[in-house]
């Protein structure tokens, strides 16, 4: 029996009764069906005090079930776009914590009332490793102008394709470090070969970078990548300027999480089918105006909100003791603050 006494099967039919078209049009009814007394049964077992989720499909079910058995929801939405599932089940949180303030005005309509909190993204601990010790790790000299360039899991080739045609102008200006991918990595070591051999170790090309990512974002003074938002998180979060090449094919998230960082000064915006080698030299341009890029600099940090766990930690820790939740403007300056 679920804590409020009401049997599953009855559990089941009043969650179902709470959804709008939305959710139905999310997953097939029959498996919603199935799925909301399945979940229902679990949290029933395990009673946890607060449930924490990002939305997508999978949440769906679970947070239907979750509002009869009066368990608090906080839900964490990284993009300026919420998802479909996020925005169908929105109004079953008890709080909402948003990587932007746009965001927030998306979800007002579909869920009215609910409290809605700017944290900004979950990320790793950005302050533990300072310039000098991330540009010993990288084997970059201290004075170097860095430039790091990936593009994520996705669409790497048109990045790589760039980075190779401009490479012998690149490497007189920056250097480089350069993330290819598996596919991409012996080209690139290829096209280091052919380089004047001065210019090769302005050139450093990886097939991935795990445990030395971060150090490679404190050595950058520009990043070049996607607009993911834990990518857009951590690098404003370490006060670097962004030449951001949205992957085209993310239902338009990556271009609106994009445009938000050029909005405030933040970053460039290059469309994935305009960027090529020129595209790749012209943004590198922004190292040699000290004006401007100081602006770009200034306006990353007013955005970084490194301790944007903590933040959603506080939100979720009150939920679960059935407390007041913090006022946004206090959660808003815990996220700015360095992550404890």
């Known amino acids: 029996m679920p804590p409020t ?25 029959i498996r919603l069906a199935a799925s909301v007394p399945q979940a229902a049964a679990i949290l029933a077992a395990e009673r946890p005090a607060a449930i924490f989720t990002t939305g997508g499909y999978v949440a769906v079910p679970v947070l239907m079930a979750a509002a009869p058995l009066g368990i608090p929801v906080v ?22 914590a948003v990587s932007f303030e746009a965001t927030c005005h998306a979800l007002a309509p579909v869920a009215p009332g609910r409290p ?10 950005v302050s533990a490793m300072d310039r000098a010790e991330a540009r010993a790790r990288m084997e970059i000299e201290i004075d170097a102008r860095v430039v790091l360039i990936f593009g994520g899991s996705q669409a790497v080739r048109r990045f790589n394709a760039a980075v190779a045609d401009a490479l012998p102008e690149l490497t007189q200006r920056v250097t480089v470090i350069h993330v290819t991918g598996d596919d991409g990595y012996a080209p690139a070591l290829s096209s280091r070969e ?17 445990d030395e990512m971060l150090a490679a974002l404190v050595s950058a003074d ?68 000290p004006a401007a890029y100081a602006a770009m600099t200034e306006a990353a940090r007013s955005l970084g909100r490194p301790g944007a766990a903590d933040a959603v930690a506080e939100l979720v820790l009150a939920a679960a003791a059935r407390a007041p939740l913090p006022e946004p403007a206090a959660i808003e300056q ?6 404890a």
């Open 222 to 289: 520009l990043v070049v990548g996607r607009a993911g938002a834990s990518t857009l998180a951590e690098v404003t979060a370490l006060g670097v300027p962004m030449v951001v090449v949205p992957y085209p094919h993310a239902a338009g998230h990556q271009l609106a999480n994009a445009e938000s960082l050029v909005a405030a000064g933040a970053a460039r915006l290059i469309t994935d089918e305009a960027f090529d080698a020129r595209a790749l030299l012209d943004s590198v341009a922004v190292l040699e105006n």
């Open 5 to 29: 006494g009401i049997p599953m099967r009855r559990l089941a039919a009043r969650s179902l009764r709470t959804t709008e078209m939305d959710v139905h049009a999310l997953l097939d009814p």
């Open 75 to 96: 839900m964490w939405d990284g993009n300026v776009i919420p998802g479909r599932a996020v925005r169908a089940t929105a109004r079953l949180a008890a709080a909402l």
């Open 334 to 339: 815990r996220a700015r603050e360095p992550a």
């Open 116 to 125: 809605c909190y700017l944290t900004g993204t979950p990320i790793r601990e």
């Open 194 to 210: 052919v380089l004047p051999e001065a210019a090769r170790g302005h050139y450093r090309p990886f097939r991935f970078l795990r």
